[in-house]
């Protein structure tokens, strides 16, 4: 036997191999005698007589390496593809997963859910704010933000409410410095002409501020009806009859603004009941709006590459705005109730949500038939636009022009 076989003496002791195997294999396949016992006895030094004249082959000759079938050249990328995956999957798992986290921030800044009304009065331009305790259908605990100018004695029941919503982050009292020079101005302008008590209900979401429970778009959108609820009390409160209709604002801003649509969208809510007056929706301020959820998520990940913006089917966050006017012009036409004017805001430098949100918007209102206006706040940021004057005076006319409108005749009977 050769211990290393090259060219043709590794083709000779092939064939001499095949040529003994062959031989012993007609050598023993006549009947033995000793019965079972000797035929294994025989079938076992065979077997090791052929191993023994089995000849030495080198290893890695006529042969590859491989891990599992892959390969060794092939190893290193598919190792590293799939790492890279099993990432993407991961992270993907985790985005869906924990997508109320991502889009909802009550804990930022981190000291967001300690601050307090006090800690910002002097900032307030001398308003008033209160904090006020209400429950939703499912219990939880929420705080409302309320602050009013002009005595009502004054006002004769003449009450405009403003329903505002914040964004996805902070709290309510670090936003009152800003909120304040807008009521303080509607309640100076209010005294010239016809006196008008004018009353701000800032909805702290479930999971922010001092409110309990934690924050989803469903929840939300029982806060956000429990706050209309909260104001139909209030004006009865303060003199109102069931048979008034209450004059409301409902301004939102950033995901605020997709909380305002959907409850606007909310037909029913705004109709009077047995115990309740109806609601009057006049007008729908959206600052800072984005179209939905989803087109926030291929903004974010514009790379169509990334699996990312292809988990939409997977969201349960929707706050799509888009559909939400659509369906709030289709059902205030069915209930008979008057569409409210939509005004946009847009930051001139948006740095989180592109001008052509804004823009797709105010398309939307005008092909469902809403009167819509659009107005951007030249170099303002993302949170900027109260920060500006042209920001806070948007508010105030659009707020004192309704007004103007609804109060006309007591002014002109004055």
Known sequence: MLCVVHGKSFSRQLYKRTQWTKTRTRAFSTKLRGGPAAQILIQTQIQSRARAHEPIIPYGYGQRRTLGGIPMVLLPPVVFGGLVIALWTWKCCMMV????????????????RRETIAEYRNQCSGIEWREVRIKP????KISLCVASVNNIDVCDTRIVYILYFQGNASSIPPRLPFLSP???????RSLRDVPVRYTIVCCSY???WTSKGRPSEKGIAMDAAASLVWIRDDFLQHGGNLTDSIPIVIWGQSIGAGVATNLAAQAHLFQRTESKPPVSLQALILETPFISVRTMLETLYPQKWLPYRHLWPFLWNHLDSSKALGLMRERFTRAG??????IILEAGKDELVPRGHGAVLEKRCRDVGLSVEKRTIGGAFHTEVMVRP???????????????RLFSQSRGEG
Request: net charge neutral; hydrophobic share 40%.
């Open 206 to 208: 479930r999971g922010y």
């Open 97 to 112: 997963i924990f997508q109320n986290k991502i889009i909802y921030m009550p804990g930022l800044p981190p000291n967001a």
């Open 390 to 404: 042209e920001g806070r005076m948007a508010v105030v006319e659009a707020v004192q022009k309704l007004s103007e």
């Open 137 to 140: 259908m499912d219990g939880t």
């Open 337 to 342: 109730i008057e569409s409210p004017k939509v």
């Open 182 to 188: 807008v009521l303080r101005m509607l309640g100076d």
